[in-house]
């Protein structure tokens, strides 16, 4: 079945700069590859997912790319905030068995 | 449009007890997903519920068990409770199709005693 990796497990940067989580996947069949942020006692929430017909897609402060025949895809975040603090997760989706397997989250902490 | 509703929000069992946790799917979804989540393990994807029917299902015993209802709502239910079934419980619901966004609820914080 599908095993998702995620780097690094804690991330720690000043307001302002960049962060990039890089996730790596083993099925090659997955094509969806959702990221959710989830904050302290809440559930996970989607904030951006791309498709395996597309290598790059971003949305205001946030990007995500896709290396299909590496296997391995990034969430970019730039102009860090307070707010973005969270812990992020990449996902990886099995078509087959139409299942999401997640990475084991990545701890981002944005420092004022 | 309502988001995915979880009830209880805080449970405490004691070992061997059996506990039955509730999902509400936001209106027109058909797929409920139940995830367990936890410090060591993450988030580990328990069954998926479409129409009624569990469609897929990860590596969890028998103690756990779900099921769907006509209006889409979903149940969890774990017997025998044992110390390391204490988890945040998360479900999520989509519409079903492969590749739909799944949106998660706040989750239900299981506690066992």
């Known amino acids: 079945g599908e095993n998702v990796e995620q780097h690094p497990s804690t991330l720690s940067v000043q307001e302002g700069d960049s962060a990039v989580i890089k996730c790596t996947y083993s099925d090659s069949a997955s094509n969806y590859f959702p990221w959710y942020k989830q904050e302290l006692g809440k559930g996970p929430q989607l904030i951006i997912d791309?498709?395996?017909?597309?290598g790059e897609k971003k949305d205001q402060r946030i990007a995500v790319t896709l290396n299909k025949t590496a296997k391995h895809f990034s969430l970019h975040i730039t102009e860090t905030q307070p707010e973005d603090s969270a812990v992020y997760f990449c996902a990886a989706m099995e078509t087959r068995y139409d299942k999401v397997i997640f990475g084991p989250g990545t701890s981002l902490s944005v420092i004022p | 449009k309502a988001g995915v509703t979880q009830t209880p929000r805080y449970l405490i069992k004691t070992r061997g007890q059996q506990v039955t946790l509730s999902c509400s799917p936001i209106s027109g979804h058909r797929s409920v997903s139940w995830y367990q989540q936890t410090p060591g393990q993450g988030l580990q994807f328990l069954f998926e519920y479409f129409s009624e029917t569990q469609r897929n299902k990860g590596n969890f015993p028998g103690r756990f068990s779900g099921r769907q209802f006509s209006n889409s709502r979903s149940e969890m239910n774990v017997s025998t409770l044992e110390l390391g079934d204490s988890a945040l419980y998360l479900c999520?619901?989509?519409?079903?199709?492969?590749?739909?966004?799944?949106?998660f609820g706040p989750g239900t914080r299981l506690t066992v005693l």
């Open positions: 791309i498709r395996s017909n597309v």
């Open positions: 999520a619901s989509s519409g079903g199709q492969a590749t739909d966004t799944q949106y």
